[in-house]
């Protein structure tokens, strides 16, 4: 297997630091299956340049640079400023002047903030890499995965059917026909069969809809009792439904789930529905006996959307339930009488 690379730019104009820096890269790779490439900016005109022409991982920028930069502003907060505004990669700052850091720019997990006497180089390094093994900068990076699907998409499919486009003018409605195109290319694995879905699709959370729609997972506030909304999208689609039918999302059972492995991919009984657990989201299943009636007002005042089931998801919740409400069944037949039938 090839050995994969993080290129990695460290931007900083101390000759000792990047020498010190070069060694703890050298002794990482040694010992990791990823190679770091650094790539080094002494000043803001060499980050920009360096930004404009490659592509990278991960940073790591020093605030003060050589020249001071505009006025009494960093350097530093410049660079970042043009990283999380137009790329899309990690980025840390490791300096001893983080009280100079731009108060705009918001600490997270992809843009952290490290005091140098606080944190070795080396550590840095390991959780940028944690982070590029994910496949992030793979996916959204500037020549990533996603950037080659929309090259083929404009070419292959759009190049095709312009003349409809420009005679409707209709921007997002061109946005989701191009989306419609893209989820296609990324439910092909590269054996050519259907890519396996992770649990971390299951959920959009926090929901970004604002309104009552179907697949909202609620919370009563103050308490621990989740539902589901199960009215049909039609029913809440100019949001004049009277009443929003919900089920009981139940706690899972280890005892059950063990006795009933089936439950777990929706096929031991109709009935219930399971719910993967994914961080914060508990597993649960989803009991379609259980069923309540709240009005929306109800649902706003008392209750937290704490999530929502994916459209891919929450269409097979739907169909589902309705199986489970529209079965009839028919009497029992003696199967044996039926078979000497079958031989006469």
């Given at each position: 297997?090839?050995?994969?690379?993080?290129?990695?730019?460290?931007?900083?104009?101390?000759?000792?630091?990047?020498?010190?820096?070069?060694?703890?890269?050298?002794?990482?790779?040694?010992?990791?299956?990823?190679?770091?490439?650094?790539?080094?900016?002494?000043?803001?005109?060499?980050?920009?340049?360096?930004?404009?022409?490659?592509?990278?991982?991960?940073?790591?920028?020093?605030?003060?640079?050589?020249?001071?930069?505009?006025?009494?502003?960093?350097?530093?907060?410049?660079?970042?400023?043009?990283?999380?505004?137009?790329?899309?990669?990690?980025?840390?700052?490791?300096?001893?002047?983080?009280?100079?850091?731009?108060?705009?720019?918001?600490?997270?997990?992809?843009?952290?903030?490290?005091?140098?006497?606080?944190?070795?180089?080396?550590?840095?390094?390991?959780?940028?890499?944690?982070?590029?093994?994910?496949?992030?900068?793979?996916?959204?990076?500037?020549?990533?995965?996603?950037?080659?699907?929309?090259?083929?998409?404009?070419?292959?499919?759009?190049?095709?059917?312009?003349?409809?486009?420009?005679?409707?003018?209709?921007?997002?409605?061109?946005?989701?026909?191009?989306?419609?195109?893209?989820?296609?290319?990324?439910?092909?694995?590269?054996?050519?069969?259907?890519?396996?879905?992770?649990?971390?699709?299951?959920?959009?959370?926090?929901?970004?809809?604002?309104?009552?729609?179907?697949?909202?997972?609620?919370?009563?506030?103050?308490?621990?009792?989740?539902?589901?909304?199960?009215?049909?999208?039609?029913?809440?689609?100019?949001?004049?439904?009277?009443?929003?039918?919900?089920?009981?999302?139940?706690?899972?059972?280890?005892?059950?789930?063990?006795?009933?492995?089936?439950?777990?991919?929706?096929?031991?009984?109709?009935?219930?529905?399971?719910?993967?657990?994914?961080?914060?989201?508990?597993?649960?299943l989803i009991n379609f006996q259980k069923l309540v009636?709240?009005?929306?007002?109800?649902?706003?005042?008392?209750?937290?959307?704490?999530?929502?089931?994916?459209?891919?998801?929450?269409?097979?919740?739907?169909?589902?339930?309705?199986?489970?409400?529209?079965?009839?069944?028919?009497?029992?037949?003696?199967?044996?009488?039926?078979?000497?039938?079958?031989?006469?």
């Amino acid at each position: 297997m090839p050995n994969d690379s993080l290129n990695l730019l460290v931007v900083e104009d101390e000759m000792a630091m990047l020498e010190a820096y070069k060694d703890n890269i050298e002794s990482f790779n040694k010992q990791s299956p990823i190679t770091v490439i650094m790539h080094v900016a002494k000043s803001l005109e060499e980050a920009k340049k360096l930004l404009a022409n490659r592509n990278f991982d991960a940073a790591i920028i020093d605030l003060i640079l050589r020249g001071g930069g505009k006025g009494l502003d960093p350097e530093g907060n410049e660079i970042i400023a043009e990283i999380l505004k137009s790329l899309r990669f990690p980025v840390f700052v490791y300096s001893g002047n983080l009280s100079q850091l731009n108060d705009l720019f918001k600490e997270n997990i992809l843009f952290r903030k490290f005091p140098r006497d606080q944190h070795a180089f080396k550590d840095l390094v390991k959780q940028l890499v944690d982070i590029y093994q994910t496949g992030i900068t793979k996916i959204l990076g500037r020549t990533g995965l996603i950037e080659g699907y929309l090259q083929t998409i404009f070419w292959g499919h759009l190049s095709h059917s312009i003349d409809y486009w420009i005679k409707t003018k209709r921007e997002k409605t061109l946005l989701r026909y191009i989306l419609s195109h893209l989820f296609e290319h990324l439910e092909i694995a590269d054996s050519g069969d259907f890519e396996s879905y992770s649990p971390a699709e299951f959920y959009i959370g926090p929901p970004i809809k604002r309104f009552i729609f179907t697949g909202l997972i609620l919370k009563r506030k103050g308490a621990t009792e989740r539902f589901i909304i199960l009215s049909p999208p039609c029913d809440l689609a100019q949001r004049k439904a009277e009443s929003i039918v919900v089920a009981v999302i139940e706690d899972v059972q280890m005892d059950f789930v063990k006795k009933n492995k089936k439950i777990l991919t929706n096929s031991y009984a109709h009935r219930y529905h399971y719910l993967p657990k994914y961080q914060t989201f508990d597993a649960g299943l989803i009991n379609f006996q259980k069923l309540v009636s709240f009005k929306p007002d109800d649902i706003a005042n008392n209750f937290d959307q704490i999530a929502s089931v994916s459209a891919f998801f929450s269409k097979d919740i739907i169909a589902r339930f309705s199986y489970y409400y529209s079965r009839q069944g028919q009497p029992d037949l003696n199967a044996d009488e039926l078979f000497k039938d079958l031989e006469n």
